[in-house]
C-alpha cells in the first residue's frame, strides 16, 4: 500500500512569516493528493487538493503543486496568520480507490 | 449545506464494556467512511460503505468492531467489547460518489472515546 510522511512538528512561526509543509507520497498509480486541517476541537476540513501530476492546489492563500518526479505536495503560504494555528494533515488516496492514507500531521502554531 | 452530523461528542466508558457511535452524512451522499484517529496521528479508515454495501473493512477489528449503514443513510459503528487502545476519536466523513479517488471526503467533528 501507499504511505505519507510529513514534516514532523511543531512549527511555530511568527505572525506573517513564510510557511512550509514538506509531504512525500509513496503510491502506485496516479494518487489523488490532499491537505487537511485540524482546528481545535474541530473534524477534518479540506483545504487544498490535487488530482493529477503539475496540478496546484489553493485556497486561503495556501497553495501545493502536485509534484510527480519528487513525488512531493508540499503545503506553502507566503504570510501566516494567528489563525492559521492548526494541525494540518497531508492525504493520498490509494491509486484507483477512494481510500485515503494520512500522514500523521504537523501542529503549527502562529504568534502574534 | 447541512455538514457531516456525529453523536456523541464524548464517551467515556470501562474497557469491557459496549459503546456506539452514530453518523448522518450529508444529504445524497452514496459514499460513507469511518476512520480511526489515535492521539498524535493520523486518522485510519475502518470502513467504507457504498450505499448500503460494505466496498473496503480490510483494516476493521471484525472481532470486537461492527458497523452497518443498512438504508444507505445514516451509520452505526460499535465496539464491543472496547479495549483500553480503543480511545480515540472516531471520524465519519461522506463523498458524493466513488470516482477513482478523486471525489473529496467531509469530515464530521467526530466522537472522543476514552476508554478506562
Known amino acids: 500500500g501507499n504511505s505519507v510522511t510529513q514534516m514532523e512538528g511543531p512549527v511555530t512561526l511568527s505572525e506573517e512569516a513564510f510557511l512550509t509543509i514538506n509531504c512525500t507520497y509513496t503510491?502506485?498509480?496516479?494518487?489523488?493528493l490532499f491537505w487537511y486541517v485540524q482546528y481545535p476541537g474541530e473534524g477534518l476540513q479540506l483545504l487544498l487538493k490535487a488530482t493529477k501530476a503539475d496540478d496546484k492546489g489553493s485556497n486561503k492563500g495556501f497553495e501545493a503543486t502536485y509534484r510527480k518526479e519528487t513525488t512531493s505536495f508540499h503545503l506553502e503560504k507566503g504570510s501566516v496568520q494567528v489563525s492559521d494555528s492548526a494541525v494540518y494533515f497531508c492525504?493520498?488516496?490509494?491509486?484507483?480507490?477512494?481510500?485515503?492514507?494520512f500522514g500523521k500531521g504537523t501542529k503549527l502554531t502562529v504568534n502574534p | 449545506e447541512a455538514g457531516v452530523a456525529q453523536s456523541p461528542r464524548y464517551k467515556i466508558i470501562e474497557k469491557r464494556q459496549s459503546v456506539a457511535f452514530w453518523c448522518n452524512p450529508i444529504?445524497?451522499?452514496?459514499?460513507l467512511y469511518w476512520y480511526q484517529q489515535i492521539l498524535g496521528q493520523g486518522p485510519k479508515l475502518l470502513i467504507q460503505?457504498?450505499?448500503?454495501?460494505?466496498?473496503?473493512d480490510s483494516q476493521l477489528p471484525k472481532d470486537r468492531f461492527s458497523a452497518e449503514r443498512l438504508k444507505g443513510v445514516d451509520s452505526t459503528l460499535k465496539i464491543q467489547p472496547a479495549k483500553l487502545e480503543d480511545s480515540a476519536v472516531y471520524l465519519c466523513a461522506s463523498s458524493l460518489r466513488s470516482a477513482g479517488g478523486r471525489e473529496t471526503q467531509y469530515f464530521g467533528p467526530g466522537t472522543r472515546l476514552l476508554v478506562l
Open positions: 444529504s445524497g451522499h452514496a459514499t
Open positions: 460503505f457504498q450505499n448500503n454495501g460494505v466496498v473496503d
Open positions: 492525504a493520498s488516496t490509494q491509486g484507483g480507490s477512494e481510500k485515503l492514507v
Open positions: 503510491a502506485t498509480g496516479y494518487p489523488s
